[in-house]
């Protein structure tokens, strides 16, 4: 379920096909983030998971759709 609702926010916000995501979808070769869309991510992520904003070594280590699933399921589980 947490990989459904980031697939459908990582398509808004990187204007992509949510089809497209995979577990594997890296945010700076495959979406071309930069670090003004990480912070634009970390905040849709806030308001949609109701997470705190991620600290830069958090966001450091998040590099792939995957990453970010696993780190929201240890906050929101």
Request: hydrophobic content about 45%; proline content about 0%.
């Amino acid at each position: 379920m947490i990989f459904e609702k980031l697939a459908a926010l990582v398509a808004e916000q990187f204007n992509v096909d949510a089809d497209g995501i995979t577990m594997d979808t890296s945010f700076t070769d495959d979406l071309n983030a930069d670090s003004v869309d990480i912070v634009d991510l970390s905040m849709a992520l806030e308001e949609e998971f109701g997470i705190d904003e991620l600290d830069e070594e958090q966001a450091s280590s998040i590099t792939t759709v995957g990453d970010l699933v696993r780190f929201l399921q240890s906050k929101v589980d």
